[in-house]
Nanobody, 118 residues
Framework: QVRLVESGGGLVQPGGSLRLSCAAS????????MSWYRQAPGKERELVAI????????NDADSVKGRFTISRDNAKTTVYLQMNSLKPEDTAVYYC???????????WGQGTQVTVSS
């Protein structure tokens, strides 16, 4: 059974940091590109950051460049999103996504809420 379980969300003040984790199971983790998406109320889901299956390449949305870092630990089948200098506009539900290198399979986690507010 495929599972993507996000954790680490919560309430943080502007300028603070959070680290999201996504624990994967039920598929060959090293054959999947991993990504973080987010969806704010009333807005479409958007790509935040992506990392290749080997971890050799990453890319971030312009809105989070220099503040967010995606990483993965293939031995632990876990992907992370380190979020620094958080802003109120970063408030959203954050989703973990796995897409096979072949492009034939896509999995989603259930999401974790991040709220940035004073």
């Amino acid at each position: 059974q495929v599972r993507l379980v996000e954790s680490g969300g919560g309430l943080v003040q502007p300028g603070g940091s959070l680290r999201l984790s996504c624990a994967a199971s039920g598929f060959t983790f090293t054959s999947y590109t991993m990504s973080w998406y987010r969806q704010a109320p009333g807005k479409e889901r958007e790509l935040v950051a992506i990392i290749t299956n080997t971890g050799g390449s990453t890319n971030d949305a312009d809105s989070v460049k220099g503040r967010f870092t995606i990483s993965r630990d293939n031995a632990k089948t876990t992907v992370y999103l380190q979020m620094n200098s958080l802003k109120p506009e970063d408030t959203a539900v954050y989703y973990c996504n796995a897409e096979s290198v072949s492009g034939t399979r896509i999995y989603w986690g259930q999401g974790t809420q991040v709220t940035v507010s004073s």
